[in-house]
């Protein structure tokens, strides 16, 4: 991004706001080693202005009130400090400050803004810097992550973006600096953060420490501290000192100054142990009145896992299965495994564990957490016991011929099969469902299997088929079906020279296998008796109301009575209250000799004009 005469106008107007209210913004410190590698100059965003990222680049009091900057340690690359912005105020490069980063970079799986100092590093690509910075004065929508390399997100490719060191195609920085490029992104607030204004200077230091390897797998593993003095400078001591109370480089431990009898450059190493991750060991040499100082951070990288299983993982109800549990690989010192309870068994704690839980009545999942020490984070996993058992197995209580077998469901949530076994013939089936089963009435097993190989379990049930006696239904008669034209044999006809009669004709239909006797009954309205009306060809019942027809057979279920009003008036009045003068009464049927099956249907008797149209008989 150039420098252009409307950033050089937003510059001016900011530099003067800064020294106006410096005397009363700065509240942060910051100061660097004699080593580090320090930035100079102003980040510029279209959003918030210019970022100054040293007080020394400030007129004024700035750096006596309140001394800041922005620096890269000269041995590990590591940036700390801040910056300052008039619109969003402190913006922080420390590791403490960065740690709940959005996502840690590819590199060396850190928040902590990282500068790649050597092209011997490996990717991503020399000579970016990584991590994160964050404005410590942040609003409810935004966290004030600011991503200095799109290797921070893994989007580089789609979104290449980064912030870059002066380098000679091996080494950054170098002995004269120069030019930092690129650009940081910064979310909306911020959006993207020019640095093309913003240069480094190299570090005075005359002494480099490095640690090989700079990361190691677990607690206790060594790696081997190598400091040089590319300048030949003779010390008269030097001292050791760590961050994890290391005594193996500390300030009791005998440190050799490199000297003339070294190689060129001056180098000394050391083997120790790293005792806690990280761990920053220092180095300061003394020369006169002048100190150097180095530093180098040893992290621990743990590679390890938990695993738990359950043997067997599938039972029948009451049964008992083992867990085992084990914490894998480079397992960090001090970490504790704890076992959950589930179903109130007992709790187990341990990084290697077998435990048996018995009479297991429903299925349990048990769960171990592992917990290494901080700022590694808790580890963990489950198993399952799962019991096998026929939740429902059930079927109708009969089931008709016409269905064509008895219709049967089941359900046994983790089989992985199951049997449906008649009279030695099986169905294969799965775990739940309901069908029709054509094998007739009787017993049927079911047989489900659950678990694999030598430790598969079985559950088992049987049920009784039934077959339902055969059944007969009554047909309806519900309607006046005369229409001009027809004649309708339930509407009131003529019959002599007064009277009119209607048949009502009964019938029934008789599943296979019925073979009973049947016989209708029905009782006379009142309506009908009102108005003289009688029935002709079924037998009244005693001096009651009720009629009956006589007994039918099997084939020929069909019987038949006529209901005689005395003329065609008596008729229309027995019917003139019902809609469409069409009126509608049950006729009952039975079993002889009679068992439980009393069956039902409803019939219609017409006026002379009954229903929509006129029967034939009234046309003529």
Not at 98 to 114: D, E, F, I, L, R
Not at 117 to 141: R, Y
Not at 143 to 162: K, Q, R
Not at 425 to 454: E, H, M, Q
Request: with cysteine.
């Amino acid at each position: 991004m150039n420098n252009s005469l409307t950033k050089l106008l937003k510059f001016s107007f900011i530099f003067a706001f800064f020294i106006i209210i410096s005397i009363f913004s700065f509240t942060k410190t910051a100061s660097a080693k004699v080593s580090d590698h320090v930035l100079h100059g102003y980040a510029w965003s279209d959003n918030i202005g210019w970022v100054s990222l040293n007080c020394a680049d400030r007129s004024g009091s700035v750096c006596t009130d309140s001394p800041y900057s922005v620096v890269i340690d000269y041995g590990t690359g590591q940036i700390s400090g801040y910056a300052w912005s008039s619109n969003i105020g402190w913006i922080s490069f420390n590791s403490g400050d960065v740690s709940g980063c959005p996502a840690k970079n590819s590199h060396n799986n850190s928040c902590t803004p990282t500068a790649i100092l050597s092209s011997t590093a490996g990717n991503p690509p020399f000579p970016q810097i990584l991590g994160w910075a964050k404005a410590l004065s942040i609003n409810s929508g935004w966290d004030g992550y600011i991503s200095l390399s799109c290797y921070n997100t893994n989007t580089c490719g789609a979104n290449n973006y980064s912030v870059q060191l002066p380098n000679d195609g091996t080494t950054a920085i170098g002995t004269t600096g120069g030019s930092i490029t690129g650009e940081a992104w910064g979310s909306t607030v911020v959006g993207w953060l020019d640095f093309t204004n913003v240069t480094v200077t190299p570090g005075s230091s005359e002494i480099i420490l490095t640690a090989a390897p700079a990361q190691v797998s677990n607690v206790g593993q060594s790696t081997t501290l190598k400091w040089e003095n590319p300048t030949q400078t003779t010390y008269s001591s030097c001292t050791a000192s760590n961050t994890a109370n290391d005594n193996t480089w500390n300030s009791s431990t005998s440190v050799a100054i490199p000297s003339a009898s070294s190689t060129v450059p001056y180098t000394e190493t050391k083997s120790v142990n790293v005792p806690a991750n990280p761990t920053t060991y220092t180095i300061t040499c003394v020369n006169g009145s002048d100190t150097d100082t180095a530093s180098v951070t040893v992290s621990v990288n743990y590679v390890w896992d938990i695993g738990i299983t359950a043997t067997p993982d599938v039972i029948l109800t009451n049964g008992s299965s083992t867990f085992d549990w084990a914490a894998t690989g480079n397992v960090p010192v001090g970490t504790n495994c704890v076992a959950t309870n589930p179903n109130g068994w007992t709790s187990k704690t341990g990084n290697v564990v077998t435990e048996t839980l018995m009479n297991i009545a429903s299925s349990i999942v048990r769960s171990v957490t592992c917990t290494p020490p901080a700022p590694d984070s808790p580890k963990t996993s489950s198993a399952s016991a799962k019991v096998l058992s026929i939740l429902n197995y059930a079927t109708d209580a009969c089931y008709r011929p016409s269905d064509g077998g008895p219709t049967i469901s089941w359900t046994v949530p983790i089989a992985n099969e199951c049997y449906v076994t008649k009279n030695g013939n099986t169905t294969k089936v799965g775990p739940s469902g309901r069908r029709i089963f054509a094998n007739g009435p009787g017993d049927y097993d079911i047989s489900c299997v659950g678990g694999t190989g030598s430790s598969a379990v079985t559950v088992n049930d049987t049920l009784s088929a039934t077959a339902c006696v055969p059944d007969y239904t009554m047909t309806p008669l519900s309607m006046c079906n005369g229409k001009s034209g027809q004649l309708t044999d339930n509407s009131f006809q003529p019959d002599g020279p007064t009277q009119y009669k209607a048949t009502i004709k009964v019938d029934a239909t008789a599943e296979a296998g019925f073979s009973s006797q049947l016989r209708y009954r029905f009782t006379m309205p009142l309506n009908w008796k009102s108005n003289g009306w009688s029935i002709s060809g079924w037998t009244r019942i005693g001096l009651t109301d009720d009629y009956e027809s006589p007994i039918v057979s099997p084939g020929s279920y069909n019987s038949s009575f006529d209901v005689i009003a005395p003329n065609k008036a008596s008729a229309n009045a027995g019917l003139v209250s019902f809609s469409k003068k069409t009126q509608t009464f049950m006729i009952n049927g039975d079993t002889n000799p009679s068992i439980p099956m009393a069956r039902s249907a409803n019939y219609t008797i017409c006026a002379p004009d009954g229903g929509s149209s006129k029967p034939i008989f009234i046309e003529q």
